[in-house]
């Protein structure tokens, strides 16, 4: 580990990606099931009831309270691995046929001495990211030009949580026409900015051999998880260029690294946002329409983003590959990206929210509920949007995310910033309670009140509330709490002023 600490110095990398595949494999049709099964798990399971619940320690109250300190974060995360697998998943011609099938070619590390309940987990792992590195199914034609693009994707496990998957497209190496190969990084963590830099350096010693790539991820893998505002350097050999440095820093904002919302207003208007928002704030089922892979998954990502300091607790797939389309009949809320190409194949369009996000649509909302507009309330919708029209256009990746997730963290303080309020002890025990009716309720206005009486409903919401009656404040929680603190003080401080 010392020898690891030592090589970190300096230069800037980051990375991104979305990514999906869909490949069926005629050959290993159990394999072929094993992979449908792990999807399917996707858009079937839930993170948690609304059951059992544990009760933990008083309520934070936000009137006169003084933030903390921030603590001295460590500069590194114990115990967490940059990523998981590193995979190259190429396409080969199946046999007596003109389609092709993905097949993992390369990958690291390999695991040896599992058993066999950990293998058969593996493959059917393996199995689904060739089908999400390559969503658009098995008809391709070998090309000579490609462009290079870069997606992401998410895997969920039964019990709720998610792996996030991180693939770049590209041409192998040769001459003639051939069909391109992915490369996959499989992470627990959400940093599509740290991963993006990831894949220049893969892709940089690619271009000499793949024998460069190992070292590389070895010592990626050996380097610890930087905290967030952290940097972990590398040094790495590389021919004709000597050893370098390579530097890989995480924003300060934990929240925000997986999230541009560049494309999000390049694809929509600040008024079409917030209807999107308003109906994904409810947990209705949204489909996304766009041919190119990186912008549904940025979408997708930055859409999820706006809901914080609350998370999407149903389906969310950025990319769905064409074998497993039938997704979009499920009935359960979910956020997908489906290319446009497969739009014939969303036959039933009611009671959802259908958003083509092309270059040249007709009109973005191809299918709505028709009330997106008058869920939010028409005050705090009206002051959202004057903040999203008067964002800068030159602005940083970074200063744009913090531009963009203000007037939502308000949304949120000023419609349910007086939670803390409600959570009281109940019973022998003294186990803490949510007062859900006595909340709403003691919103004075009617359109506010409106609003959150259907919010509370939510798996969010409810998920969010658990977490506050078992007193697990994280740090997303700990922002939302600062925001709630600074808006209470400015408006002690009006009060004082109008008296």
Same mark, same amino acid.
Request: aromatic share 12%.
């Given at each position: 580990?010392?020898?690891?600490?030592?090589?970190?110095?300096?230069?800037?990398?980051?990375?991104?990606?979305?990514?999906?595949?869909?490949?069926?494999?005629?050959?290993?049709?159990?394999?072929?099931?094993?992979?449908?099964?792990?999807?399917?798990?996707?858009?079937?399971?839930?993170?948690?009831?609304?059951?059992?619940?544990?009760?933990?320690?008083?309520?934070?109250?936000?009137?006169?309270?003084?933030?903390?300190?921030?603590?001295?974060?460590?500069?590194?995360?114990?115990?967490?691995?940059?990523?998981?697998?590193?995979?190259?998943?190429?396409?080969?011609?199946?046999?007596?046929?003109?389609?092709? %099938?993905? +097949?993992?070619?390369?990958? /690291?590390?390999?695991?040896?001495?599992?058993?066999?309940? &950990? !293998?058969?987990? =593996?493959?059917?792992?393996?199995?689904?990211?060739?089908?999400?590195?390559?969503?658009?199914?098995?008809?391709?034609?070998?090309?000579?030009?490609?462009?290079?693009?870069?997606?992401?994707?998410?895997?969920?496990?039964?019990?709720?949580?998610?792996?996030?998957?991180?693939?770049?497209?590209?041409?192998?190496?040769?001459?003639?026409?051939?069909?391109?190969?992915?490369?996959?990084?499989?992470?627990?963590?959400?940093?599509?900015?740290?991963?993006?830099?990831?894949?220049? %350096?893969? +892709?940089?010693?690619?271009? /000499?051999?793949?024998?460069?790539?190992?070292?590389?991820? &070895? !010592?990626?893998? =050996?380097?610890?998880?930087?905290?967030?505002?952290?940097?972990?350097?590398?040094?790495?050999?590389?021919?004709?260029?000597?050893?370098?440095?390579?530097?890989?820093?995480?924003?300060?904002?934990?929240?925000?690294?997986?999230?541009?919302?560049?494309?999000?207003?390049?694809?929509?208007?600040?008024?079409?946002?917030?209807?999107?928002?308003?109906?994904?704030?409810?947990?209705?089922?949204?489909?996304?329409i766009a041919e190119e892979l990186g912008t549904l998954s940025q979408i997708i990502h930055a859409?999820?983003?706006?809901?914080?300091?609350?998370?999407?607790?149903?389906?969310?797939?950025?990319?769905?590959? =064409?074998?497993?389309?039938?997704?979009?009949?499920?009935?359960?809320?979910?956020?997908?990206?489906?290319?446009?190409?497969?739009?014939?194949?969303?036959?039933?369009?009611?009671?959802?929210?259908?958003?083509?996000?092309?270059?040249?649509?007709?009109?973005?909302?191809?299918?709505?509920?028709?009330?997106?507009?008058?869920?939010?309330?028409?005050?705090?919708?009206?002051?959202?949007?004057?903040?999203?029209?008067?964002?800068?256009?030159?602005?940083?990746?970074?200063?744009?995310?913090?531009?963009?997730?203000?007037?939502?963290?308000?949304?949120?303080?000023?419609?349910?910033?007086?939670?803390?309020?409600?959570?009281?002890?109940?019973?022998?025990?003294?186990?803490?309670?949510?007062?859900?009716?006595?909340?709403?309720?003691?919103?004075?206005?009617?359109?506010?009140?409106?609003?959150?009486?259907?919010?509370?409903?939510?798996?969010?919401?409810?998920?969010?509330?658990?977490?506050?009656?078992?007193?697990?404040?994280?740090?997303?929680?700990?922002?939302?709490?600062?925001?709630?603190i600074e808006y209470h003080r400015k408006k002690?401080?009006?009060?004082?002023?109008?008296?």
């Open positions: 580990m010392s020898e690891t600490v030592t090589r970190r110095r300096k230069q800037p990398g980051r990375m991104k990606f979305k990514s999906r595949m869909t490949i069926p494999s005629h050959e290993d049709e159990c394999g072929r099931q094993g992979a449908l099964q792990r999807f399917s798990a996707m858009w079937s399971s839930f993170r948690r009831g609304k059951g059992d619940r544990v009760k933990g320690p008083e309520p934070i109250e936000t009137e006169g309270l003084v933030p903390d300190k921030p603590s001295r974060q460590p500069r590194y995360v114990s115990g967490q691995y940059f990523f998981e697998y590193l995979v190259v998943v190429s396409l080969k011609k199946a046999k007596e046929s003109s389609s092709y %099938e993905p +097949e993992i070619t390369y990958q /690291f590390p390999k695991r040896d001495g599992m058993v066999r309940f &950990q !293998k058969e987990k =593996e493959e059917k792992t393996l199995k689904a990211i060739t089908l999400f590195c390559f969503p658009e199914g098995i008809n391709w034609t070998p090309l000579t030009h490609y462009p290079s693009e870069t997606f992401s994707f998410v895997l969920t496990e039964i019990d709720g949580s998610r792996r996030n998957g991180y693939c770049r497209r590209l041409l192998p190496e040769g001459k003639g026409a051939r069909p391109p190969e992915a490369y996959c990084i499989i992470s627990t963590l959400a940093c599509f900015g740290l991963f993006s830099k990831i894949f220049d %350096e893969v +892709e940089k010693r690619r271009e /000499f051999s793949m024998a460069m790539i190992y070292p590389f991820m &070895q !010592k990626l893998r =050996e380097a610890p998880f930087p905290s967030p505002g952290n940097t972990v350097e590398i040094k790495s050999f590389i021919p004709e260029s000597g050893t370098e440095i390579i530097r890989l820093t995480r924003p300060l904002d934990s929240w925000l690294e997986h999230v541009n919302f560049t494309v999000l207003f390049k694809c929509l208007t600040a008024e079409e946002v917030l209807q999107v928002f308003a109906a994904t704030v409810l947990e209705r089922r949204i489909i996304f859409v999820a983003a706006l809901l914080h300091p609350f998370t999407w607790q149903h389906t969310l797939i950025p990319i769905v590959p =064409e074998i497993l389309i039938d997704v979009v009949m499920a009935p359960t809320p979910y956020l997908l990206g489906v290319q446009k190409r497969l739009l014939g194949l969303v036959t039933d369009q009611s009671d959802m929210l259908l958003v083509d996000l092309s270059e040249d649509k007709k009109g973005t909302f191809l299918a709505s509920f028709g009330d997106e507009r008058a869920i939010l309330p028409k005050k705090l919708q009206t002051e959202m949007l004057e903040a999203l029209n008067n964002r800068q256009q030159a602005l940083s990746v970074e200063d744009l995310n913090q531009v963009v997730t203000e007037p939502f963290l308000q949304f949120f303080v000023k419609t349910v910033g007086h939670y803390s309020s409600y959570v009281k002890y109940r019973g022998v025990e003294e186990q803490r309670v949510f007062e859900k009716r006595s909340f709403y309720k003691a919103i004075q206005s009617k359109s506010t009140r409106h609003f959150v009486k259907k919010f509370i409903q939510t798996q969010m919401f409810d998920l969010f509330i658990q977490e506050v009656e078992q007193h697990q404040c994280g740090p997303q929680q700990g922002i939302f709490h600062r925001k709630i002690k401080r009006v009060m004082e002023k109008k008296h």
